[in-house]
Structure formats: structure tokens, C-alpha cells
């Protein structure tokens, strides 16, 4: 089950929000999932007291860069057992809205995730981001660490990459082979063919199918690359390490050994957190999905902590 939610972002702009549901069955060897029967048990009968399902504690889960709320949805379902898990479009993505003036700054894509979470009155939250999500994430529990019970930071470098990384990824947006004839394209020039791919990753090509919408001459994107462009500069030329400083909730930092943050960075981001955790998984950048399975097992006794009520 998904059910998507209209919410309003700064600026008034129209945000699509889906709620995710389907969790695993009771017997499934799974912490969470363990935990849901407690959760769900009236009060005297040995669970928590107003345990029920509508006080289930909230998760918002924010995509990286072109991504959607769709890319979470294995992990959503699999967080429904145990919470009231949320995943966003951001702004210039998915089915949220698309403004040709923006803006796509930092400050607009935080206060879109403020506004979802209190609209739908999800706080304490626990986040779960990846890579620009993922900063988006822990400037949000920086700057409001009332709203935020625990972070999740996939894969997103604290350092600033700089002019050179940008003038990259307009080299490499300009490469692409628009319009794909067909999804099977899609799946197989990113999954395979794409220049930048040391090794086929087919996790890539799903991630970038399901962002592709067909028009009268084919399958473009759903996002239009110069707003990526425009959302990237804002973040690429600067540091990030005195608001993740800021971050007092637990964190957990897990990265992909194949993926954009390196092992030593990643390590300093956990000395720099107040409360930091960390773990690494055999994957991309796209650890997530990759391998599901692996990448809940990495951050299963994480969320188990965060997600009890103390």
C-alpha cells in the first residue's frame, strides 16, 4: 500500500508526500518487525502503554540529487512495521513541483522537509537520507534539533568539491543519449554504457529508469537538468562540517565501499558527530538499492535504537 499526501513547502509549493505501508509479516526475522506486535498492543496487555498504530514514531526518508520518493520504497515498506514511514519528492522532483525559478538553494530544500514534518506532525523524526537528502537531512537536525529523535547519512561527503566536480557533471549531462528509444535503453546506457561506470552496476539503471517519463520522441527525465544543476552549485562549492557538528541526535554515517565517500572521510564525519555511529556495506553509491537486505541488516540496530520509545 502507498498513499501519496499533498503537503505545502516554502514558498507555498506544492510537495508530493507518500506514505508507505505492506510491512513484512510478523514471523520475519527482523528486529522491527519484531517489535511490531508490542507496538500494536492495547494498553494492559503487556505492550506499551497507547502503543497503538497511530503512535508509531515518524521516519522521513529524503532522495539524493534526481532521485524520488519511489527509490525508497523497499525500505519504507520495511520500516512500516515499526513506524509511520514518509518519503518526499523535493522540490524539482518525482511529482512534487517543478519551479522554473526555483529557488533550489539549501535553505528552501530544508524548510520543505520542516514543513512535512510538521504537517504531518511526525516529530520527533527519525531521518533517513542519501547523499543530497542526506545533507538536507542533517542541516535540518542542526538547525532544529526539536523535530529530530535520529539520522541516517547515506553516502554524502561533508567536504566541498568544488568548481571541477560541477564543470564534471555538466560535461556529463551534456553526454547523455536523450531521448532513449525505450526503458531498456535507459537501463542499459547507465547501468552499462555510461562512461564514468569503472564496472556494471544494474541497481544504477533502475535508479535512473524510474526517473525517466515517455514523450512524443521518447523517454527524457522527469527533472530538468539545468534545475539539477542549479540545486548542485548551491551545496558542491562548500564545507559542511560545522553544521553536522551542530547534529546532537544519534547518527548513524554508511557508506558504499565502491561509493562517493570515502572511508577516511567518512570516519572523521563520526568523530565530528556528537553522537555518531558508523557502518560501510559492499556496494555503489546507490548502496540502498543495490542490496536491500544487506543495507537494512547494516542499520537495523540503529534504527531499533532510535525508534524505541525511551
Not at 9 to 26: I, N, V, Y
Not at 115 to 128: G, K, M, Y
Not at 253 to 265: M, N, P, W, Y
Not at 269 to 291: F, I, K, N, S, T
Amino acid at each position: 500500500m502507498v498513499r501519496r499526501i499533498n503537503v505545502t513547502g516554502a514558498g507555498g509549493l506544492r510537495l508530493a508526500a507518500w506514505e508507505f505501508g505492506d510491512p513484512p509479516k510478523r514471523g520475519a526475522d527482523s528486529v522491527v518487525a519484531r517489535r511490531r506486535a508490542a507496538a500494536e498492543e492495547p494498553p494492559g496487555s503487556g505492550g506499551p502503554p497507547g502503543g497503538g498504530l497511530q503512535n508509531r514514531p515518524g521516519v522521513l526518508l529524503l532522495h539524493g540529487l534526481m532521485g524520488r520518493a519511489s527509490h525508497w520504497a523497499t525500505t519504507a515498506r520495511w520500516l512500516s512495521a515499526r513506524s509511520r514511514a514518509i518519503a518526499l519528492d523535493q522540490r524539482g522532483h518525482g511529482r512534487s513541483d517543478k519551479p522554473a525559478d526555483g529557488p533550489f538553494d539549501r535553505d528552501a530544500y530544508v524548510a520543505d522537509a520542516e514543513a512535512v514534518i510538521e504537517q504531518l506532525d511526525l516529530a520527533p523524526v527519525v531521518l533517513v537520507g542519501h547523499s543530497m537528502g542526506a545533507l538536507t537531512a542533517w542541516q535540518l537536525a542542526a538547525r532544529r534539533p526539536d523535530l529530530v529523535r535520529g539520522l541516517l547519512i547515506c553516502d554524502m561527503r561533508a567536504s566541498a568539491l568544488g568548481a571541477a566536480s560541477q564543470r564534471e557533471w555538466e560535461e556529463w549531462f551534456r553526454s547523455w543519449p536523450v531521448p532513449f528509444a525505450t526503458l531498456a535503453d535507459v537501463r542499459k546506457w547507465f547501468g552499462e554504457d555510461d562512461p564514468v561506470l569503472e564496472r556494471p552496476r544494474p541497481a544504477r539503471g533502475e535508479f535512473y529508469a524510474e526517473v525517466m517519463a515517455e514523450r512524443a520522441d521518447g523517454w527524457r527525465p522527469v527533472f530538468s537538468r539545468r534545475q539539477m544543476l542549479r540545486a548542485r552549485e548551491t551545496w558542491v562549492h562548500d564545507a559542511h562540517w560545522e553544521e553536522l557538528a551542530l547534529v546532537r541526535c544519534p547518527t548513524l554515517v554508511i557508506r558504499g565501499i565502491d561509493g562517493e565517500l570515502g572511508r577516511a572521510e567518512a570516519q572523521e564525519m563520526v568523530r565530528v558527530l556528537p553522537r555518531g555511529g558508523y557502518a560501510e556495506l559492499d556496494a555503489g553509491h546507490l548502496l540502498h538499492l543495490e542490496d536491500p537486505d544487506a543495507f537494512h541488516r547494516a542499520v537495523e540496530p540503529f534504527l531499533e535504537d532510535v525508534l524505541t520509545p525511551e
